[in-house]
C-alpha cells in the first residue's frame, strides 16, 4: 500500500519560510521520482519541484528558482520542500507525489507531466497573507 501524508503548512507572512514534509510509506524512494505541486483557487495544478532517484537530478519552475528547495532523506523515507522568500502568489493547496522512474529519467521530465503520477497525498494548505 503506497501512502504519502503532506505536513507543515499553515499561514506565513510575505518573506517567511516553511518547510513541507512528505513521507512516504509502503514503498522506499529508491527509484521513485517524487514531485511537489500546487494548486491555487481557479488555477490549474502545476509542477513546483521533482526530484528523480534515477539520475539524481532536480527541477524546479521558475517562478520558484532560487527561493524553494527540494530534498529528501533515504532514512526517513520523507521528502521536504523548503520554501524561502515566500510570496502571496506562492499561495495554494500542496500535493507531493510519487512515480517509479525507469533509468535516466530526469526530474525535469517527470515534473512535465503531472498525469504520469500515480500516487498522491491529502494536500496541505500554504497561506502566504500579511
Known amino acids: 500500500q503506497v501512502q504519502l501524508v503532506e505536513s507543515a503548512g499553515g499561514l506565513v507572512q510575505p518573506g517567511g519560510s516553511l518547510r513541507l514534509s512528505c513521507a512516504a510509506s509502503?514503498?522506499?524512494?529508491?527509484?521513485?521520482?517524487i514531485g511537489w505541486f500546487r494548486q491555487a483557487p481557479g488555477k490549474e495544478r502545476e509542477g513546483v519541484s521533482c526530484?528523480?532517484?534515477?539520475?539524481?537530478?532536480?527541477y524546479y519552475a521558475d517562478s520558484v528558482k532560487g527561493r524553494f528547495t527540494i530534498s529528501r532523506d533515504n532514512a526517513k523515507n520523507t521528502v521536504y520542500l523548503q520554501m524561502n522568500s515566500l510570496k502571496p502568489e506562492d499561495t495554494a493547496v500542496y500535493y507531493c507525489?510519487?512515480?517509479?522512474?525507469?533509468?535516466?529519467?530526469?526530474?525535469?521530465?517527470?515534473?512535465?507531466?503531472?498525469?504520469?503520477?500515480?500516487?498522491w497525498g491529502q494536500g496541505t494548505q500554504v497561506t502566504v497573507s500579511s
Open positions: 507525489a510519487a512515480e517509479p522512474v525507469p533509468p535516466g529519467r530526469t526530474a525535469q521530465a517527470m515534473c512535465a507531466m503531472t498525469k504520469g503520477f500515480g500516487s
Open positions: 526530484i528523480s532517484s534515477s539520475d539524481g537530478s532536480t
Open positions: 509502503g514503498f522506499t524512494l529508491d527509484y521513485y521520482a
